[in-house]
């Protein structure tokens, strides 16, 4: 009796280590968090047939998209570097609304889908405010879940707005990402 025991005991030893393991290899690192920074490249609103934002609602005229009640939809590039021929590592997806009567911010709704290098399948959810602000303001959303390597992903992802033309935005984008 008291072998079984002993060897029952060596069992669940192993498999705890094994799970332990397992969990150690699944995080990004010992801490479970990562940093990563990627840009957002977009074609402003109204910026022809090549937008990569566009009102899906534009209840409010607004040179922003942020008019009460407009609704704008994008799909923007996201590239490793500010330069717009930096490689393309994937898409920001999603959809604001203008949802302050002042007009100055709006909430966003997007995914992060990498369609290249090590994240290549994944995707990160994320939402919150965009504020109407001066080129260099740095702002907050929330990073909600994720996709593939970025599973039970939560935290925050803060955006700078760095390069601005006539017809083009680029942001900053540095995402901090820890895992449940």
Do not use: C
């Not at 534009?58 to 704008?72: H, K, P």
């Not at 909430?107 to 959810?125: C, I």
């Not at 593939?148 to 935290?155: D, E, I, P, Q, V």
Request: glycine residues 12%; positive net charge; hydrophobic residues 40%.
């Amino acid at each position: 009796m008291k072998m079984a025991s002993s060897a029952s005991s060596s069992s669940v030893l192993l498999l705890l280590f094994a799970l332990f393991a397992a969990a150690a290899i699944a995080s990004p690192n010992s801490n479970g968090y990562m940093h990563l920074r990627f840009y957002n490249h977009e074609r402003i609103l109204g910026s022809g047939p090549y937008a990569t934002v566009v009102y899906a609602v534009e209840r409010t005229s607004s040179s922003s998209g942020a008019g009460f009640g407009n609704i704008i939809v994008y799909d923007n590039l996201l590239r490793t570097g500010v330069q717009p021929d930096s490689p393309i590592i994937g898409r920001n997806q999603g959809m604001g609304v203008g949802s302050s009567l002042a007009e100055n911010s709006g909430l966003t709704n997007f995914q992060l889908v990498f369609t290249a290098g090590e994240y290549n399948g994944s995707s990160l959810a994320l939402q919150g405010l965009f504020p109407v602000a001066p080129l260099g303001t740095v702002f907050e959303r929330a990073i909600t879940g994720g996709t593939g390597k970025f599973r039970l992903a939560r935290g925050y992802l803060l955006t700078t707005e760095v390069h601005s033309t006539n017809t083009t935005l680029t942001g900053q984008l540095d995402a901090y990402i820890t895992f449940r």
